[in-house]
């Protein structure tokens, strides 16, 4: 088992910025491609963010790209979410996200192994 828990989650004006960190334990990280998801109330979970095990190879949804940066210390077995530019429609709870990796990205939450259990971000108006 993979264990992850999230941290830096809280409340926010909007145009603010937060940064969330992930941190990773019981397995190699270095084997597990990564993720951000979220999940607003009364929606499904959404993707949000995607970084290879090698720290290349990112990726984001259309609604965060260019506000959002995925990056990942393999030293300290970490994966963070710096979040800039915060709209009230940012409003979720927080997942990270482990996928064994292999020659595919994934944007599909079917394909991911191990969960956190998520850090709320609220964004204020």
């Known amino acids: 088992q993979m264990q992850l828990v999230e941290s830096g989650g809280g409340l926010v004006q909007a145009g603010g910025s937060l940064r969330l960190s992930c941190a990773a334990s019981?397995?190699?990280?270095?084997?597990?491609?990564m993720g951000w998801f979220r999940q607003a109330p009364g929606k499904e979970r959404e993707f949000v963010a995607f970084?290879?095990?090698?720290?290349?190879?990112?990726y984001y949804s259309d609604s965060v790209q260019g506000r959002f940066t995925i990056s990942r210390d393999n030293a300290k077995n970490t994966v963070d979410l710096q979040m800039n530019s915060l709209k009230p429609e940012d409003t979720a709870v927080y997942f990270c996200?482990?996928?064994?990796?292999?020659?595919?990205?994934?944007?599909?939450?079917?394909?991911?192994?191990?969960w956190g259990q998520g850090t709320q971000v609220t964004v204020s108006s």
């Open positions: 996200a482990a996928k064994y990796r292999d020659a595919s990205s994934s944007s599909d939450d079917r394909d991911f192994d191990y």
């Open positions: 019981g397995r190699t990280f270095t084997r597990y491609d």
């Open positions: 970084i290879r095990w090698s720290g290349g190879g990112t």
